[in-house]
């Protein structure tokens, strides 16, 4: 391994240290987001704001192409790519998408530009590239471009994402339901979905003519088919013909889409995380949820196996320590941790927060594990000091200015999503208990997703409703998973691989847990990864990689079938 992928690799599993207990609390509705490395190093970017030293709406003109990007952020460049704001309307107004390139180091040998997708929806491109790109380079290869860009409704593409502005939408996060354990909350929940519903229509549904964005209504192509047709204007922007594409999370959506709508443009696309866009598409997140839980357990067997020096709850067998987690969870459902004083003057730890927190925590282990297992012990210790810091960043308040981030998620799943508008309180109570039946332990918190589009009323304008079935590409695909992923099953992957011609894709397995391989990536991955971009090789398809590390073990030459 050339020694500058491996300090790639070694950073990249050391960026959510940057996180702590306050940047840890996700927005419930961001449930879909990859809460791993690629979020959170944008979640980061944009809750500290754009680096000061460039300014989007001053330094950089909205263009038909990105032949004359400006230099901003240090050695980045960046653009604005002006597109029809509806393709099937070339005439009518425009959207504007934002776009930051790392360029190439090794010009002699130039092979084009890798589009970056992080996930969410709602993860910004441009800030995610600012941490990433450089920790990505040496694994994709010195002679792309890398190129991350804000699809419509995130970061700094119009437009915007916003429904409320900033101070009421921080307010109104405040009334948020985590975990829906009964009826009454998923009626609480549908309540508070309404006066999302109605806000972003209010802002974005528009009448669907017009010569105005407002008046056309920008929400009804901020939808996942739209910015499939944007990674193609913008790939043409740049003088290419072919898309070459990272994509990660929801990101994998993207790209399906895009696979299927655009077969002839497919370059080298690997898609890691993979959502099966079928299930995207016909709002079925539940089998989702089917390794959620087997994640959590390798977390009371790898703390077991560490032992308490290492995970401070840790008992001398897994059973144990898991009866020893469900007392402490247990304790604080009936009496919550008041903490004062507190980063935010004062707080109360509740175990609805501690379940949204956990689910946060197991998308990166490697450093998601420790700091889960931290937490519980201050918890179970009651623990005030400890906990000062606990839940401090409220997100809507810790967002910038710029970046509706939190709001854009909503607009853009629910926008994909089917109409929802005829579930009734006891279906949706149905389809919340259907999903702890999948995952006790995440069940209930995940189902905010599909619920909060019940109510919603801004549907798509160009929706791609075609197969994602692609009998011929122009390039190749490489699909990855990890053996666990929380939120991104590698039954997922194993599908949506079927669906592309044999001879041009593969599917890469890391034998790890965690969301992506990209943010638990091996020296194995890494290599397989490399090949790929820069010799078009794939692997053989079910190739299965070991990890260099697992949680609370430390370095390691055998994933977690072994552990």
Not at 191 to 213: D, M, N, P, Q, Y
Not at 415 to 435: I, N, Y
Not at 453 to 464: S, V
């Amino acid at each position: 391994m050339v020694p500058r992928v491996s300090a790639a690799l070694s950073t990249l599993r050391q960026q959510l240290r940057a996180m702590s207990f306050a940047s840890s609390k996700t927005r419930v509705v961001s449930l879909l987001a990859a809460v791993g490395l690629a979020e959170a190093a944008a979640k980061l970017q944009s809750r500290q704001g754009a680096p000061p030293n460039f300014d989007w709406s001053t330094q950089v003109t909205p263009s038909i192409d990105l032949k004359a990007l400006v230099p901003c952020y240090g050695s980045f460049k960046c653009g604005l790519l002006s597109v029809p704001l509806d393709y099937s309307r070339a005439n009518g107004p425009n959207a504007t998408i934002a776009v930051a390139v790392l360029p190439a180091t090794d010009t002699a040998n130039y092979k084009g530009s890798v589009l970056f997708n992080p996930g969410g929806p709602g993860g910004p491109g441009t800030q995610a590239i600012l941490q990433l790109g450089p920790l990505l380079a040496p694994i994709i290869g010195p002679a792309y471009d890398i190129v991350g860009f804000d699809p419509r409704g995130t970061g700094f593409s119009l437009p915007s994402g916003f429904c409320f502005d900033t101070q009421d939408w921080a307010t109104f996060e405040q009334t948020e339901i985590y975990s829906l354990e009964s009826r009454v909350d998923v009626g609480y929940a549908l309540a508070r979905s309404e006066i999302v519903a109605a806000k972003c229509a209010e802002t974005h549904l528009g009448t669907g003519s017009g010569s105005t964005v407002e008046e056309v209504g920008g929400g009804r192509f901020m939808d996942t088919s739209t910015a499939a047709s944007d990674m193609l204007s913008i790939v043409r922007a740049l003088g290419e013909d072919k898309l070459n594409y990272y994509g990660i999370s929801y990101g994998t959506v993207i790209g399906q889409h895009f696979a299927a709508m655009y077969p002839d443009h497919v370059g080298l696309m690997l898609i890691d995380g993979i959502t099966d866009a079928v299930n995207w598409r016909a709002a079925n997140l539940t089998p989702e949820l089917q390794d959620s839980d087997r994640v959590f357990n390798a977390f009371i067997d790898l703390c077991t196996k560490g032992g308490p020096t290492v995970c401070p709850i840790a008992e001398k067998t897994s059973k144990q320590t898991a009866a020893r987690l469900e007392r402490l969870l247990a304790s604080l459902k009936a009496q919550p941790i008041a903490v004062y004083p507190h980063a935010n003057g004062y707080h109360i730890v509740t175990y609805d927060e501690l379940r949204a927190f956990i689910r946060t925590q197991i998308y990166a282990p490697l450093n998601g594990f420790p700091i889960l297992a931290g937490v519980f012990a201050a918890v179970e210790a009651r623990n005030v000091s400890a906990l000062h810091d606990f839940g401090a960043a409220n997100p809507g308040t810790g967002l910038a200015p710029w970046n509706p981030a939190d709001q854009s998620l909503q607009l853009i799943t629910c926008t994909d999503f089917p109409d929802l508008g005829s579930t009734t309180l006891d279906a949706a109570w149905k389809m919340v208990h259907d999903a702890i039946e999948v995952s006790r332990w995440f069940g209930s918190i995940m189902t905010r997703v599909p619920l909060q589009c019940i109510p919603w009323k801004i549907r798509p304008g160009n929706p791609y409703t075609g197969s994602f079935d692609v009998a011929e590409i122009s390039g190749k695909i490489l699909v990855a998973s990890n053996t666990l992923d929380p939120i991104t099953p590698l039954a997922d992957a194993q599908t949506v691989v079927k669906r592309f011609p044999t001879a041009s894709s593969a599917l890469l397995e890391q034998n790890t847990i965690g969301h992506t391989i990209t943010f638990q990536m091996g020296n194995c991955a890494a290599a397989a990864i490399g090949a790929f971009f820069q010799s078009g090789v794939l692997p053989t398809s079910g190739t299965l990689c070991q990890p260099d590390q697992l949680p609370f073990i430390g370095n390691v030459t055998e994933g977690i079938q072994s552990a």
